[in-house]
């Protein structure tokens, strides 16, 4: 008997634990997609929109929305700094990676956009570490991930 309560005991544990990875896997597939859809915004409106200012504006408030820091932040800091920044311990393995994988996205939608090469090559580069993190530690493999280093390789060494 004391072996079947012990038993119950553990497949309840378990399952508490399943429900969390469970609720966490949502809120971070339900942060991806609200990322993503502000991004697909973004994209439009670099499109429609002649005056890259207002564009700028947007992914600054993303910056802030998202990462609770200033774009200038992530500017400023070192490739190798920003990835430390985002490995916190406090987050999971999940969680961190799908932060870094909003930031790879967001600085290399910002840095298609800028005209100064200096700041579009920094932003690319710190984009494309990212992502070649991600494709080094993540357990997903992402197509169009591989893509856009693909692309912002190109753009690299077209300067």
């Known amino acids: 008997m004391i072996w079947i309560a012990d ?87 999940t969680e961190q990676n799908a932060m870094i994988q909003m930031l790879s996205e967001l600085l290399y939608q910002d840095g298609l956009i800028k005209k100064d090469k200096t700041e579009k090559c920094m932003l690319l580069e710190k984009s494309l570490f990212l992502m070649r993190y991600l494709e080094h530690f993540s357990k997903t493999y992402s197509w169009d991930r591989e893509q856009k280093m693909s692309d912002i390789t190109k753009i690299l060494t077209e300067y």
Do not use: C
Request: net charge negative.
């Open 7 to 93: 038993t119950l005991a553990g497949w309840n544990i378990l399952t508490r634990k399943n429900r969390q990875v469970m609720v966490e896997r949502d809120y971070i597939m339900r942060l991806l997609q609200d990322f993503f859809a502000m991004i697909a915004k973004l994209v439009r409106l670099k499109v429609e929109e002649p005056d890259v200012t207002k564009v700028q504006e947007r992914f600054n408030e993303m910056y802030r929305q998202f990462f609770r820091n200033q774009a200038e932040h992530f500017y400023e800091m070192d490739k190798e700094d920003i990835l430390n920044e985002l490995s916190r311990e406090e987050l999971s393995e």
